[in-house]
T-cell receptor
Framework: QKEVEQNSGPLSVPEGAIASLNCTYSDRVSQSFFWYRQYSGKSPELIMSIYSNGDKEDGRFTAQLNKASQYVSLLIRDSQPSDSATYLCAVTPWSGGYQKVTFGIGTKLQVIP | NAGVTQTPKFQVLKTGQSMTLQCAQDMNHNSMYWYRQDPGMGLRLIYYSASEGTTDKGEVPNGYNVSRLNKREFSLRLESAAPSQTSVYFC???????????FGQGTRLTVV
């Protein structure tokens, strides 16, 4: 079982809609959770970090964490064509003493004008 | 403030050749990482260094060696390159285990 699972997509949403990206992880005691955005040919860049159960909002982005279900999600409101990118979920699992940062394969988001 | 700097940006190797990918960070971060990224495979951890003087294997360490030269620098060496090592390599660093990772611009390596 992979440590971090994501649907590779593509996920297509119309401009202005809400995009919902999901991620599950296998290590129940994972400590920190991150969402990165990666444009084609570029490096990943951090969008959101979340450490405790619940929601965390930053502008159009909301990260949601449910440790009991081992599930983390990212909502993008009012999606824009510039949001078209691959979104990578990352966790720090207990294995490795929380020093490793383990990534999912990423979900490709396409926002249709 | 350069952040995380990788050299070179592009490299073509012949099978069997060796090379070292260099990575340096100027953020005084404790931890450093090497990942490879292949289509459909996401970012896979090769090696990481939680602090100066320590290194640990990640998910795909075979065929690679690393050196944490000092707190700033973490190099990745391919002793005998193989076509399967054709990939984009990313170096990353982070301050401590509660913080996110910052990435370099990547090295696109082709082994022919």
């Amino acid at each position: 079982q992979k440590e971090v699972e994501q649907n590779s997509g593509p996920l297509s949403v119309p401009e202005g809609a809400i995009a919902s990206l999901n991620c599950t992880y296998s290590d129940r005691v994972s400590q920190s959770f991150f969402w990165y955005r990666q444009y084609s040919g570029k490096s990943p860049e951090l969008i959101m970090s979340i450490y405790s159960n619940g929601d965390k909002e930053d502008g159009r982005f909301t990260a949601q964490l449910n440790k009991a279900s081992q599930y983390v999600s990212l909502l993008i409101r009012d999606s824009q064509p510039s949001d078209s990118a691959t979104y990578l979920c990352a966790v720090t699992p207990w294995s490795g003493g929380y020093q490793k940062v383990t990534f999912g394969i990423g979900t490709k988001l396409q926002v249709i004008p | 403030n350069a952040g995380v700097t990788q050299t070179p940006k592009f490299q073509v190797l012949k099978t069997g050749q060796s090379m070292t990918l260099q990575c340096a960070q100027d953020m005084n971060h404790n931890s450093m990482y090497w990942y490879r990224q292949d289509p459909g495979m996401g970012l896979r951890l090769i090696y990481y260094s939680a602090s100066e003087g320590t290194t640990d294997k990640g998910e795909v360490p075979n065929g690679y060696n690393v050196s944490r030269l000092n707190k700033r620098e973490f190099s990745l060496r391919l002793e005998s390159a193989a076509p399967s090592q054709t990939s984009v390599y990313f170096c990353a660093s982070r301050e401590d285990r509660d913080r996110d990772a910052f990435f370099g611009q990547g090295t696109r390596l082709t082994v022919v």
